[in-house]
T-cell receptor
Framework: GAGVSQTPSNKVTEKGKYVELRCDPI?????LYWYRQSLGQGPEFLIY????????DSGLPNDRFFAVRPEGSVSTLKIQRTERGDSAVYLC???????????FGPGTRLTVL | AQKVTQAQTEISVVEKEDVTLDCVYE???????LFWYKQPPSGELVFLIR??????QNEISGRYSWNFQKSTSSFNFTITASQVVDSAVYFC?????????????FGKGTHLIIQP
């Protein structure tokens, strides 16, 4: 079956611009997670959804970051006024439920010039 | 928050050698799940194992085995007869919160290099 998919695979933008990153979870998975991975580091948790609601957004670094999952499936991570420090690989994962194994997508590499 | 320590930043061995990756964690929870993931050069995180804290039996899957010692808060991973394709960054990750919910807390991982 299809795994977690993320689009785009690469995104280059200029400082100050707005970007949206999309995640399509595995069909039937109710929990969805966003992580950010900088070079040489492990993934850093940002936010997770159970269904349509954000159950924990404590990892979002500031109010420029926002994520939605309006229909409980696809999620979009939105970054306003991007900064060079936002450059990283953004990973999405999904699981059947919140206590189940998370399966990761291939990530979106964001580069802010 | 839970904490993970993977003291080995990088390990390099010759193919066919056995290699053990160490993982020590801290938790205040009595019930939790432990995970290992592999991140090959392609970048995608690949799930390897999920272990419930109640189950202290060692687990073996092909050339992979895991040794869970609750008394020392360790969850070590051994690859037997390593192969070049095993080259990757390996992450041990206990969950935030209790019962396996919430986001995973990744350390910096161990970069494993298998030389032919």
């Amino acid at each position: 079956g299809a795994g977690v998919s993320q689009t785009p695979s690469n995104k280059v933008t200029e400082k100050g611009k707005y970007v949206e990153l999309r995640c399509d979870p595995i069909s039937g998975h109710t929990a969805l997670y966003w992580y950010r991975q900088s070079l040489g580091q492990g993934p850093e948790f940002l936010i997770y959804f159970q269904g349509t609601g954000a159950a924990d957004d404590s990892g979002l670094p500031n109010d420029r970051f926002f994520a939605v999952r309006p229909e409980g499936s696809v999620s979009t991570l939105k970054i306003q006024r991007t900064e060079r420090g936002d450059s990283a690989v953004y990973l999405c994962a999904s699981s059947i439920g919140i206590t189940d194994t998370q399966y990761f997508g291939p990530g979106t590499r964001l580069t802010v010039l | 928050a839970q904490k993970v320590t993977q003291a080995q930043t990088e390990i390099s061995v010759v193919e066919k050698e056995d290699v053990t990756l160490d993982c020590v964690y801290e938790t205040r929870d009595t019930t939790y799940y432990l995970f290992w993931y592999k991140q090959p050069p392609s970048g995608e995180l690949v799930f390897l194992i999920r272990r419930n804290s109640f189950d202290e039996q060692n687990e073996i899957s092909g050339r992979y085995s895991w040794n869970f010692q609750k008394s020392t808060s360790s969850f070590n991973f051994t690859i037997t007869a390593s192969q070049v394709v095993d080259s990757a960054v390996y992450f041990c990750a206990p969950p935030e919160g209790g019962g396996g919910a919430d986001g995973l807390t990744f350390g910096k991982g161990t970069h494993l290099i298998i030389q032919p």
